[in-house]
């Protein structure tokens, strides 16, 4: 497997390479050699419709299938940019995403220019290329041999230090910001994710998941070039094709992110459920329950990792990470769970005899690279976002968790997951793994809501399965079964949303439910203002109880 320090040297690597490449949806099935060919080709296009006294970034609003990874493998040729242009964005939002990484070249699909028809978008406003149309096709066909010749050769030489992608940032906590991976930190990530997730040539990898995030090419793509694996490339995950996919496909390997798991989990059983080639499945934020229960049903081992765009901290499950846990520490990080307020390093966490953690008040606290942020490439013109993440020469997370004693992670959630409920600070992360385990909940977040006393009280957003209805009282039970629910972790408040809003990644978010708190039209319950009463509806008899009753309490109590 080739030590490459570059992606283009290791496409050039894969140019005489006869074996399986691509899979598309339609069958058509590519080796690598034929697909650094077209993206030579396409590179050499490319290269003459670009400004290059300025940025050279190339915007791509496709779905992800053999153009997308052409102009991949192009850019990475040519040392052009590639930015990810999520689709679900629209209007002046779309927009302003492309012209703030300024964008000069836009490719796309019919599809995706009905999407950027009549917008403002800087110096690629008239440099837009349809790759479904004609033109398109004349654009490649023109391209000399001898051109395709010239930029191989200078492909070689193109430095590890080139900036290959601008990937926004899932914007699950607000506006997404354009994260830096340069050619050399994309074929370290390839080399590594490889080599610990066990990545082989006979390996055929389906790619769910978007093109346009860092999951699909850092996690399945450039691990898979590095090795020769095949990609097998879904225009966008489906629920019910998945298993369809995988099969037809024989593929041995898959990525997730956030909600995929529940979602193939909410899918009718069927006998063939454990009919595929699939052998392990690796992603983020799949709770444990999730994952167990498609280990169960599917039979596949869903490898947790963790890791974001930005790459300050990595984290990757070793043979003997315990049941539930990222990993250890990486190696060549000082990674540490400090206090955000001291910046001193939390006390490790405690469990009981039945594993579950007693002392997550003192445990929690945000993921911390001490030996800095080198692996971080910054933000696209964002230094006040760098200097957020890189404070006091440490690379911060924004993300909870806690560590055992023997030194492995767990994830508790983001950074603004945090509660005050009666003075006490608790993370959602740790309620939200015991609320999920309850039978009739698909997917619960959770969060706090101003209360007229001070401080917040938890409510629970809760997706119920297929059919299911939300039983006030058999929750209240079940809640007392719950030997690991801290005494103030049950929530006052649960609403029960048709679907949990995500972002295009797929993860779940919150910043539209916490706006909203208890004004919203979706049916919520809640059990007093002692939280000792069985689930009722929350109406507007209640809300005025709670609103006068919390502020009598505000009144009455002793200076």
């Known amino acids: 497997m080739p030590e490459a320090v570059s992606i283009a040297e290791l496409l050039l690597s894969r140019a005489n390479d006869h074996g399986l490449g691509l899979i598309e949806p339609n069958g058509t099935r590519w080796s690598w050699g034929q697909l650094v060919e077209d993206s030579a080709r396409i590179a050499a296009a490319a290269g003459p419709l670009l400004d290059w006294s300025n940025p050279p970034h190339i915007g791509v609003l496709l779905p992800n299938g053999k153009e997308y990874l052409d102009w991949l493998g192009a850019a990475a040729l040519l040392g052009a940019t590639i930015v990810g242009v999520n689709p679900t964005r629209r209007g ?5 995403d492309i012209r703030s990484v300024d ?5 796309t ?19 837009i290329l349809q790759v479904d149309a004609p033109s398109y096709a004349e654009l490649l066909h023109d391209v000399e041999p001898s051109d395709i010749d010239a930029l191989i050769d200078d492909a070689a030489g193109i430095d590890p230090s080139t900036l290959l992608l601008l990937l926004f940032t ?6 997404p910001k354009a994260v830096r991976c340069t050619q050399g930190r994309l074929a370290t990530i390839a080399r590594t994710a490889g080599a610990n997730y066990g990545f082989s040539r006979d390996d055929i990898c389906y790619c769910p998941m978007p093109l346009f995030h ?3 090419i850092m996690a399945l793509w450039a691990p898979a070039l590095w090795s020769g694996a095949a990609v097998a490339p879904a225009p966008k995950f489906t629920a019910s094709g998945w298993l369809r996919d995988v099969q037809r496909t024989k593929a041995t390997k898959f990525t997730y992110v956030g909600k995929a798991i529940s979602y193939l989990l909410a899918t009718p059983p069927s006998t063939g459920d454990r009919d595929h080639c699939v052998a392990m499945g690796f992603g983020t934020e799949a709770s444990l329950a999730h994952r167990d229960a498609f280990a169960s049903r599917f039979g596949i081992r869903l490898i947790e990792g963790y890791g974001s765009s930005e790459g300050g901290i990595n984290v990757i499950a070793t043979p003997d990470t315990p049941h539930g ?3 250890p520490c990486p190696p060549g990080m000082d990674v540490l769970v400090v206090d955000p307020l001291t910046s001193i390093e939390c006390p490790r966490a405690r469990f009981d005899a039945h594993g579950q953690l007693t002392n997550a008040h003192e445990a929690i606290g945000e993921l911390v690279n001490t030996s800095g942020g080198a692996r971080f490439e910054g933000y696209y013109e964002r230094p006040d976002a760098e200097a957020e993440r890189l404070r006091n020469g440490w690379y911060w997370s924004g993300d909870l968790a806690y560590r055992d004693a023997a030194g492995f992670f767990y994830f508790a959630g983001r950074n603004g997951d945090w509660l005050r409920v009666d003075s006490e600070n608790m993370a959602a992360g740790p309620i939200e793994a015991v609320l999920s385990r309850y039978p009739n909940f698909a997917s619960v977040l959770v969060f706090g809501v101003p209360s007229p006393a001070g401080g917040e009280e938890v409510l629970a957003a809760v997706e119920l399965i297929e059919g299911a209805t939300f039983n006030g009282a058999d929750f209240s039970l079940w809640l007392t079964d719950q030997a690991d629910l801290g005494t103030k972790w049950a929530p006052m408040f649960v609403r029960v949303v048709e679907q949990l809003p995500i972002t295009a990644t797929g993860k779940l978010t ?22 000792t009463a069985v689930y009722e509806v929350f ?11 919390a502020s009598s309490a505000v009144e009455q109590s002793p200076e």
């Open 92 to 96: 002046e939002q779309l927009a302003a």
């Open 103 to 107: 964008c000069q070249l836009l490719v």
């Open 109 to 127: 699909d019919e599809e995706g220019a009905a999407l950027l028809h009549g917008l403002e978008l800087g110096a690629a406003t008239n440099n």
């Open 170 to 175: 899932s914007g699950t906590t607000g506006t």
């Open 214 to 216: 860092g999951n699909a």
């Open 325 to 327: 846990a990222l990993g």
């Open 510 to 531: 919150k910043v539209g439910l916490k706006a909203e708190g208890l004004d919203t039209l979706d049916p919520i319950y809640w059990t007093g203002l002692r939280r």
């Open 539 to 549: 109406d507007e008899a209640a809300k005025a109880q709670f609103v006068s009753g």
